[in-house]
């Protein structure tokens, strides 16, 4: 089966760096996903790493190693707004295992 | 494009009742998945359909929720009979299988309430 794990708080100040990890233990998967929520509203999409490597769009971009079981969203130039919930998430690839979304990493942005 | 629309936005009812849950997903996709999420248990996807076919239902929690999907626009949740601990946020969410995005579009969720 699936199983992520990401840390449940980070905080940081307004213009620095921030590094989301993701570790999971999969029998097999497509790629990884990242999606933001913020309190009250609905994830919406950030990124899609289905080869090893880093991808950016903007200020956030995604690492994904398959060999190593393990990804990561990073943050630049923190923003009030970048204050939300960070979800990782997988797509296997055998029934009862699709879509399974890690349990949140909770993001605070501090002036 | 209006988004993935859902219906009702809050739900209120007692223990016992019949709830359904509406969704219309974005013209031209064709999956549809519904998801639960709680603080406990955190974002569940509960069933996924494809070209409205159910794909995979693992997670559904048991014989008192089902879901339907009768054709391409429109999809229901329903629970019979509805429990306290059926309370949370049930998002609604498509995507274009096979498309260069593996973005899931989000629905704004339905709030459900079971006293």
């Known amino acids: 089966g699936q199983s992520l794990e990401q840390p449940s708080e980070v905080t940081a100040v307004e213009g620095a760096i921030v590094q989301i990890n993701c570790t999971y233990q999969t029998s097999g998967f497509y790629g990884l996903s990242w999606y933001q929520q913020h309190d009250g509203g609905a994830p919406t999409f950030l990124s899609y790493n289905a080869l090893d490597g880093l991808e950016e769009t903007g200020r956030f971009s995604s690492f994904f190693s398959r060999s190593d079981s393990y990804g990561y969203l990073l943050l630049q130039e923190l923003q009030m707004k970048d204050s939300a919930s960070y979800f990782c998430?997988?797509?296997?690839?055998?029934?009862?295992?699709?879509?399974?979304f890690g349990p949140g990493t909770r993001l605070s942005v501090l002036p | 494009d209006a988004g993935v629309i859902q219906s009702p936005r809050h739900e209120v009812t007692e223990m016992g009742q019949e709830v359904t849950l509406r969704c219309k997903p974005i013209?031209?996709?064709?999956?549809l998945f519904w998801y639960r999420q709680t603080m406990m248990r955190g974002l569940e996807l509960l069933i996924y359909f494809n070209n409205n076919v159910p794909i995979d239902d693992s997670g559904m929690p048991e014989d008192r929720f089902s879901a339907k999907m009768p054709n391409a626009s429109f999809s229901t949740l329903k629970i019979q009979p509805s429990e306290p601990r059926d309370s949370a946020v049930y998002f609604c969410?498509?995507?274009?299988?096979?498309?260069?995005?593996?973005?899931?579009?989000f629905g704004p969720g339905t709030r459900l309430t079971v006293t």
């Open positions: 998430a997988v797509r296997g690839k055998n029934y009862g295992q699709n879509f399974v």
């Open positions: 969410a498509s995507r274009l299988t096979g498309g260069t995005s593996y973005e899931q579009y």
């Open positions: 013209s031209g996709h064709n999956s």
